[in-house]
């Protein structure tokens, strides 16, 4: 078919396409959409891609528009909430309702960008014609020809959470999403159990499943061996009373508040799509304040989660070698925005009472230590050994998976001969 001074030509069969443009007619825009045959619709070798989870912008939690309704649809449903509910309950009513309106807003949010593009493309037109006919304008117009639009949702999909001069390139950030959706589009996986490798969706679903549960596996623990190892834990790094007490004081909201102040602005939310931005606008609603305390609290002193919170999505992050191999990749949990915040408060406190349980030569993922120093430390005993021909060696040893594979019954009664009071 024609359109205006474009042509396109389409082999559906063949999936070709030849497209020429008339380049006298510069100020016209032609959008086209139409899907391609391709490989994937006739083999199963191709890997197919889904729509994959919504994620809501979490730009949009800055629009003063977006907020009025927000706060419209919350009040309005929490005044209809049953008295009796429990607070859990309560709270993922409200995480639905925010969840519908964020897509509303999204919806009209996209319609008034398509008229802003049509906007932006008549006043394209207008400078390049006034460039056209008034050539001194050349040295300052042209840098305002390159529209840099959309660079902060480039950014977002590119994964760029630091840019050191503030890039604003749009090609450069997008070309870094189409990347990172390349290393994320998992190609066929090879199956441990069937010994070939998995084309189709079920299969590398169950191949996944297979390989994660064998891996994750806790080891069976020896009785014996337990009761040596709990025994020789020396009574002085056992809790105190008032340490053990800290742990489990009620959550108050500005103990929740300073943990949502101490979140990541961007970060991929969990199944109920919803990053921190918009989680902490549902929290300062005033009518939201009591049920997010009382289930938090709940959550602490009875153990009584959420349902949500029970369920992550997990994402498989390319690692070196060959991708056909599941051990090549590396799995990231993605859990929802308040689970995150809970751990946080818990860990906020883990810390403030463990310090003197942890060896001082444990350096990483602890607060107030650094990781290099370990590394600094074993380069000046290589150094030592070397100058004094010591015949001393040094031996790595990495538990794999150490965490998952230890069994949950022993890392329980560890905690409590620790002292560490339970929900």
Not at 104 to 111: G, I, L, N, V
Not at 319 to 332: E, Q, S, T
Not at 396 to 423: I, W
């Amino acid at each position: 078919f024609q359109c205006a001074h474009a042509q396109l030509a389409v082999c559906w069969r063949t999936a070709t396409t030849q497209l020429s443009f008339n380049l006298r007619c510069s100020d016209r825009l032609l959008s086209l959409r139409f899907r391609l045959l391709t490989k994937s619709d006739d083999t199963p070798s191709a890997t197919a891609n889904g729509h994959g989870f919504w994620k809501a912008q979490p730009r949009i939690g800055q629009d003063s528009e977006f907020q009025a309704k927000l706060n419209f649809h919350l009040s309005a449903t929490i005044r209809e909430l049953n008295s009796t509910l429990p607070a859990w309950h309560k709270w993922e009513r409200i995480k639905l309702v925010a969840a519908k309106t964020v897509r509303a807003h999204s919806r009209r949010q996209a319609f008034s960008v398509a008229r802003a593009e049509s906007l932006l493309q008549r006043k394209w037109a207008k400078i390049e014609s006034n460039l056209m006919n008034n050539l001194s304008l050349h040295p300052c117009l042209p840098p305002q020809l390159h529209i840099q639009y959309h660079v902060e949702t480039l950014s977002l999909k590119a994964g760029i959470r630091w840019r050191e001069q503030r890039e604003l390139s749009a090609g450069y950030l997008k070309r870094t999403a189409s990347a990172r959706l390349t290393k994320t589009t998992i190609p066929p996986r090879f199956h441990p159990t069937f010994d070939r490798v998995c084309v189709f969706k079920d299969e590398m679903l169950d191949a996944a499943f297979v390989f994660y549960d064998n891996l994750l596996a806790p080891n069976p623990i020896g009785l014996n061996a337990k009761d040596s190892l709990l025994e020789a834990i020396p009574q002085s790094y056992v809790l105190f009373a008032d340490d053990s007490s800290l742990l489990t004081d009620s959550i108050s909201f500005d103990g929740i508040m300073e943990a949502f102040s101490r979140c990541p602005k961007q970060s991929s939310p969990g199944l109920d799509d919803l990053p921190y931005s918009i989680v902490q606008l549902i929290v300062l609603h005033p009518l939201c304040k009591n049920i997010v305390v009382q289930m938090y609290n709940d959550a602490l002193k009875l153990g009584i989660f959420p349902p949500f919170w029970l369920s992550t999505s997990v994402c498989l992050l390319p690692k070196k070698g060959d991708l056909f191999d599941l051990r090549n990749w590396r799995p990231i949990s993605l859990i929802n925005s308040d689970a995150k915040v809970f751990t946080r408060i818990l860990n906020s406190r883990f810390l403030m009472v463990t310090d003197q349980m942890i060896n001082p030569y444990q350096t990483g993922f602890v607060r107030g230590r650094f990781i290099a120093d370990s590394r600094l430390s074993m380069k000046l005993l290589i150094e030592h050994a070397r100058t004094s021909n010591s015949p001393a060696i040094a031996l790595l040893l990495d538990q794999e998976k150490a965490y998952y594979q230890v069994h949950p019954l022993y890392r329980q009664l560890v905690l409590e001969k620790f002292g560490f009071p339970s929900a």
